[in-house]
């Protein structure tokens, strides 16, 4: 009976734990997505301290950084202080190891990370207009892919559930 009874509770939790992992790999997602528009708002901030409050890199990468509740906020806000040490080290320079030390679990693909370092090339040594105009490309690309992952969220999820409620039942009837 009580062989009954585990054997029923193992085949309910593996089950289970099979459809929560595919939850997970759903939800990874739609935070992907959530940190890519949290992204596109801190660029629009950025653009507006540069273009509308003339502010200088430094304090347009503080002020936007200090304006958000996201976990980009600190490498805004890193970058921001490693500009006012002045150690003669390049804008990009800065950009790239602050975004090389983003911590891994930060939802960001390899070419989101590739993307965010190429907008920091050509973002800290040209005149304001072709600082306007990276922006504004920097912001088509988020743009793009942030459309992309609303369109694919929905069947992506449902793909991750469905392959692990079924890898679960698979693992269910060769165990059994």
């Not at 939850?23 to 901030?45: S, V």
């Not at 804008?91 to 602050?98: C, D, P, S, V």
């Not at 304001?128 to 105009?133: A, F, I, S, Y």
């Amino acid at each position: 009976m009580i062989e009954g009874l585990l054997k029923i509770s193992g085949i309910f939790l593996t089950g289970a734990g099979a459809a929560g992992l595919g939850a997970a790999m759903g939800r990874q997602w739609r935070d992907h997505r959530k940190l890519l528009e949290d992204l596109r708002k801190m660029i629009l901030l950025l653009r507006g301290e540069i273009l509308y409050q003339g502010a200088p890199l430094e304090e347009a990468f503080e002020k936007a950084g200090e304006k958000t509740e996201c976990c980009l906020g600190n490498l805004f806000r890193k970058t921001a202080e490693r500009l006012a040490e002045r150690n003669g080290e390049t804008f990009y320079n800065i950009w790239k190891a602050e975004v090389d030390s983003l911590e891994r679990k930060i939802p960001l693909s390899a070419s989101d990370r590739q993307q965010l370092r190429e907008f920091g090339e050509h973002l800290g040594y040209l005149d304001r207009d072709m600082q306007e105009k990276t922006i504004h490309l920097y912001i088509q690309q988020l743009d793009g892919e942030i459309s992309y992952l609303k369109e694919h969220q929905r069947e992506r999820s449902r793909l991750c559930m469905s392959l692990g409620m079924a890898g679960g039942f698979f693992l269910i009837i060769v165990l059994c």
